[in-house]
C-alpha cells in the first residue's frame, strides 16, 4: 500500500504579502492569518499528497503568490525505494524534478530552505529567479566546481545606526555644529596610516565629522576600494556638543548606510525610458534587445557573415582603445574558434537538418537540467534534459550568425570602448587583472550542457583580451545573461 510523505516551504518578502490568500486559499493552509503573526515562512512537514497533486498545489500557490515569494515542495513513497518528487518556484513559472535513489526527502530539514536548496544541486534557477531568491534573503555562491546556497547577509551586515568614533578631535567639532539630521555625506578609506588598516572617515562638505567603529570599518573599507557597490550614507542622528551638557566632551553622531538594492527585471521595464533614442538589431527604437527577437530578424542583417562555407570575421589584431580617458591595448584572439563553430554548425548554417540536437539554454537552465555523475561529480554534471526547448534549423541559423555578427563588430573602436565601459575597473578607472567580463553567448546549448560565450578578460590593468570560451555546466551561471541586453553593441 502506498504512503507518501510530502512537504512544503512557502517563503515570502514580508509578512504583509500573506494577504494575498485571502479571498484565494484553495489549499486551505490558512495562509491569510499568518500577515498578523508577522511570520515570513509557511512550513508543512506532515502531509500526505501524492505527484499529481502536489503539481497543482504549488501551481495554485505560486499564481497567487507571484513574485513576492518562493515555494519548494516535495513528496516520497515511504515504502519504496528512495526517490524524491520536487516542485518549486521563484517567482517565473513552477518547475520539477523526479530523483530516483534520493535520501533528499529524509535527509534534510524542509524548515530550512538554505539546507533543501543545496542539496546536491536538485534546484536549478535562471537569472530572474536568483534576482526573487535574493529578495528573500537567499543568494546561490559557487564553492569550489560547485553551487551552493547561503542566507545573503542583509546590508553587508552594517547595523542600521553606526554611531561615529573621534568626533572630538581635529576640528569635528565644530563641524558637527552644521550638520543636521538627513544630510547626505561621503565615506572615505584612509590608507595612509599603516597602523589603522581599515581606517574609514565619514565626509560632510566641510570636512571629515568622524570615523566609523571598527566592525563597520572592517566591512566598508574593502567596498570602498573595490568601488563596485552602489550605496548611500545619511546623517540618522546628530547632537552637538553645543547643546549636550557640560560633562560632555563630545558630540553625538549616527549615520546609517544603505546598499542599492537591484530592481527586478520588471520594474526596470516600468521605468520611464530616456529620450535616447537608440537604434537595435530588430530595426525600431527604444526598444531593449533580447535574444527573443532573434527570429524577426531580417536575413539582410547578417550579410556578408556566412557565405556558405565559412564566417566572414576581421583577422585577429590588437587595438589601442581610448575609453574614459584611459587608454586600453585590446588583444582580439577569436578567429580561430569561430572557425571551430563554422564547422560544428554547417550543417543548420546551410539549411540542412543537422544530426546532434541542439537546446535552448534559458529552457535547460530553468528546470531541465538532469544530473549526469556519480559521486562527488554528481556536484557539478550535467545533461540537459529531453524537456528542453528543442531549436529548430532556423533558430540554430539566427542564434549563430548574430553571434558572428557580434565578433565581427570587435574591429570597431566604438563597441571596444563599450565592451571596456562594461568590464570591471578599479576606483583609479583601471582594469581589475583577470577579471572575466561576459560580452555575448551563443544561445545554442549541446546535450552536454555546454555553450560558447564571447568573453573580455583582463589580463592587466590596461590589456583586454576578446576571446570565446567555451561554458560547462560547472560555469553556467555565465551563460544566464548577455551583455547586450543592456550595453547594446549594435547601437
Known amino acids: 500500500m502506498s504512503q507518501y510523505s510530502s512537504r512544503i516551504h512557502i517563503k515570502v518578502t514580508e509578512p504583509s504579502v500573506w494577504e494575498k490568500f485571502k479571498d484565494v486559499d484553495d489549499a486551505e493552509f490558512g495562509l491569510a492569518g499568518l500577515t498578523e503573526e508577522g511570520c515570513t515562512s509557511f512550513v508543512l512537514d506532515d502531509w500526505f499528497c501524492v505527484e499529481d497533486e502536489l503539481h497543482g498545489i504549488v501551481s495554485a500557490l505560486a499564481e497567487t503568490l507571484g513574485k513576492d515569494g518562493i515555494i519548494i ?59 526573487i531568491l535574493k529578495r528573500n534573503g537567499i543568494e546561490r555562491v559557487k564553492e569550489g566546481r560547485k553551487f551552493v546556497f547561503k542566507k545573503l547577509l542583509e546590508n553587508e551586515g552594517l547595523e542600521e545606526e553606526i554611531f561615529l568614533t573621534e568626533t572630538r578631535f581635529e576640528g569635528r567639532t565644530q563641524r558637527i555644529e552644521t550638520v543636521k539630521k538627513g544630510d547626505s555625506v561621503k565615506l572615505a578609506h584612509d590608507t595612509s596610516d599603516k597602523t589603522y588598516k581599515n581606517k574609514v572617515e565619514v565626509l560632510s562638505e566641510a570636512g571629515s565629522l568622524g570615523l566609523l567603529d571598527d566592525k563597520s570599518a572592517e566591512i566598508m573599507a574593502p567596498i570602498i576600494d573595490a568601488g563596485e557597490k552602489e550605496y548611500t550614507v545619511v546623517i540618522q542622528n546628530v547632537i552637538p556638543q553645543s547643546i549636550r551638557a557640560p560633562r560632555c566632551q563630545t558630540a553625538v553622531v549616527s549615520v546609517h548606510i544603505q546598499f542599492k538594492v537591484e530592481p527586478l ?24 534587445f533580447s535574444y527573443g527577437q532573434i527570429d524577426d530578424i531580417g536575413t539582410g542583417f547578417y550579410e556578408g557573415i556566412w557565405n556558405g562555407k565559412e564566417f566572414v570575421i576581421p583577422k585577429d589584431a590588437t587595438i589601442a582603445v581610448s575609453a574614459n580617458g584611459k587608454t586600453v591595448n585590446v588583444k582580439v584572439q577569436a578567429k580561430k574558434k569561430m572557425k571551430e563553430i563554422a564547422q560544428k554548425f554547417e550543417t543548420p548554417l546551410c539549411g540542412n537538418e543537422a544530426a546532434e540536437t541542439f537546446y535552448d539554454p534559458a529552457s535547460a537552465v530553468n528546470g531541465n537540467l538532469e544530473m549526469n555523475g556519480i559521486g562527488e561529480y554528481q556536484q557539478y ?48 578607472g583601471t582594469l581589475y587583472a583577470k577579471r572575466v567580463t561576459q560580452v555575448a553567448s551563443l544561445f545554442c546549448m549541446e546535450k552536454d550542457a555546454s555553450m560558447y560565450v564571447l568573453c573580455a578578460v583582463a589580463k592587466d590593468d590596461s590589456t583586454l583580451v576578446m576571446e570565446i570560451r567555451t561554458i560547462v555546466t560547472s560555469d553556467l551561471e555565465k551563460a544566464e545573461s548577455d551583455v547586450i541586453t543592456e550595453y547594446n553593441l549594435f547601437r
Open 73 to 131: 515542495a516535495d513528496t516520497t513513497n515511504i515504502n519504496v525505494d528512495p526517490y524524491a518528487y520536487i516542485v518549486y518556484s521563484a517567482g517565473y513559472g513552477v518547475h520539477d524534478k523526479y530523483h530516483n535513489n534520493s535520501e533528499y526527502c529524509f535527509e534534510t530539514n524542509i524548515s530550512d530552505l538554505i539546507e533543501c536548496l543545496s542539496y546536491r544541486n536538485h534546484f536549478a534557477f535562471n537569472a530572474k529567479e536568483l534576482n
Open 265 to 288: 527585471e520588471d520594474e526596470e521595464e516600468d521605468k520611464p525610458k530616456n529620450n535616447t533614442s537608440t537604434k537595435t538589431v530588430g530595426g525600431s527604437d527604444d526598444v531593449a
Open 381 to 428: 554534471l550535467y545533461e540537459v534534459s529531453d524537456d528542453a526547448e528543442q531549436l529548430n534549423i532556423e533558430q540554430i541559423g539566427h542564434r549563430v550568425k548574430l553571434f558572428a555578427k557580434v565578433v565581427s563588430l570587435l574591429s570597431e573602436e566604438a563597441v571596444l570602448a563599450k565592451i571596456i565601459d562594461a568590464a570591471p575597473k578599479k576606483k583609479n
